[in-house]
Structures are given as structure tokens and as C-alpha cells.
């Protein structure tokens, strides 16, 4: 059997990883605003039937991740990618939305993480 300790460390490694990711994201497209700030909360901000994963507030600079309702690393990371897409469309008026402009930007980003993102982001603070 595990070690529930274990468990607990991985659980709190994840939400290190997602910032060290966020850091990335950052550097990678030239984010020009301040820090965006990684929140970490059982469940996200206006979130009424409570089986939302994530939220961008693109008004406070913020990115909401649910820890009731993201499953593993991964899954935090892949959303975590998704909210930032939104974040870097706040210019265009266009974050709140998930039309062709919004998937174009997200597979960018995705694809990114996937070609390199996961070896750079490593150098990264986990703050």
C-alpha cells in the first residue's frame, strides 16, 4: 500500500508544476502584463454546478485551477494550458469564448508544451 504521505507530496507537486509551467507560458509568449497569479481552490469562481476545472480572469490576471475536480498532473497542466489561451486573447476581447480564434491559439500553445515546453518549463521557478 502507498504511503498516504506519498500521496500528499505528488498533490502539492502538482500545483508547484503548474507555476513552473505558468512561468513558462510567460517567457514563451512574451507575456507583457504582470505575473499572472496561479490560484488554487477546491472550486473556481462562478462555477454554480461546481464541476468547472478552471477559470480565466482576465480582469484581475488571475487563472483559477479546481482542486476538487482536476484528476492528476496532467490533467492540471493540459488545463492550465487551456486557461492561459484565454488569458493571451484578453486583447482581442475574445477570451471568454471558444470559437476558431480560441482553438487556433490553445493548439498553439498545446503543441508548444508538447514539442518543448515540458523539457524548458523545467528551468523554471515553482513559485
Known sequence: MEDLGDVKE???????RCRQVLRW?????????DPIELVVQDFVP??????????????????????????GPSHAIETLLHE????????????????????????????????HGFEDSKAFPQR
Open 84 to 115: 492561459f489561451a484565454h488569458m493571451t486573447l484578453q486583447d482581442e476581447k475574445r477570451g471568454d469564448y471558444h470559437g476558431r480564434r480560441f482553438h487556433i491559439v490553445a493548439g498553439e500553445i498545446s503543441d508548444a508544451y508538447e514539442h
Open 46 to 71: 462562478d462555477d454554480d454546478a461546481g464541476d468547472c476545472l478552471g477559470w480565466a480572469d482576465t480582469d484581475g490576471n488571475r487563472i483559477y485551477l479546481s482542486r476538487k475536480n482536476i484528476e
Open 25 to 33: 507560458l510567460e517567457e514563451e509568449w512574451e507575456w507583457h502584463g
Open 10 to 16: 505528488r498533490v502539492r507537486d502538482r500545483w508547484k
